[in-house]
């Protein structure tokens, strides 16, 4: 989180030097009326490395030794609404649906070995991601921008409901339909000769516990999860 703060840091530093460098004369070669629309659409495609923050208690199980979050890869696919604001302010509306997984795994010591139990947990999120981004001046035909905001997650695929009542190797991990997290995140835009294309790096972490303990066997050890998604995005606008 230090490493992603200073990082953040060090953008904005850009962000402000390019506005200096470029106050004075500015002349893009591609798209050059772009920023004088108000209203810009497109759509977005992404890959996500997803995880929780987790609370956890091992005494819970004299044998439990540990339990790891192993991050799977997944992907977004997305629309991109862009609202300009300001010169260098414009609100966006990313409206996305994201497919994740994560492994839990446990580690309980029997006799003389350890055993590993493992615990897939799939999420297939509609995310509603409404972030406000601030974008430096063009050099050329390339702008930096950090973007922030708060991101509303409905998981289609949760099961929350599902009856736990089972062999305990059948038995789910159970996490709650609804999720709240903020995103912050930094990128680039590119002005290409028809359309302008962003690359972009988000961190979004959740704010609300999303956990939901059914007392099945899986269940005690944890505390509480959060989850955390760290995405790779390209978008698209015309």
């Excluded at 300001?86 to 497919?99: C, D, E, G």
């Excluded at 704010?207 to 989850?227: H, T, Y």
């Amino acid at each position: 989180m230090k490493n992603a703060l200073k990082s953040l840091g060090y953008l904005v530093l850009i962000i402000f030097t390019i506005n200096c460098a470029n106050a004075q004369r500015r002349i893009p070669d591609n798209l050059p009326f772009f920023e004088q629309k108000s209203l810009h659409f497109g759509f977005s495609l992404g890959v996500n490395v997803s995880s929780f923050i987790m609370d956890h208690n091992l005494s819970v199980y004299d044998t439990l030794t540990g339990i790891e979050i192993r991050p799977q890869t997944g992907f977004n696919i997305g629309i991109v609404s862009s609202l300009r604001l300001h010169r260098y302010f414009t609100l966006r509306f990313l409206p996305a649906i994201s497919f994740a997984q994560r492994n839990f795994e446990y580690k309980f010591f029997d006799v003389d070995r350890y055993i590993i139990n493992t615990r897939i947990v799939e999420s297939t999120y509609i995310i509603f991601p409404l972030h406000i981004k601030y974008r430096s001046e063009r050099f050329k035909n390339m702008a930096a921008y950090i973007v922030a905001g708060p991101n509303i997650g409905l998981d289609i695929s949760s099961q929350a409901d599902v009856d736990n009542d089972v062999p305990v190797d059948q038995q789910v991990l159970k996490v709650n339909r609804t999720n709240y997290m903020v995103d912050l995140g930094f990128g680039l835009d590119f002005f290409l000769v028809y359309f302008k294309l962003s690359t972009e790096v988000k961190l979004s972490v959740g704010a609300n516990d999303v956990f939901n303990n059914d007392g099945s066997f899986w269940a005690p050890p944890i505390n509480s999860l959060r989850p955390r998604m760290l995405t790779l995005s390209l978008h698209f606008e015309g």
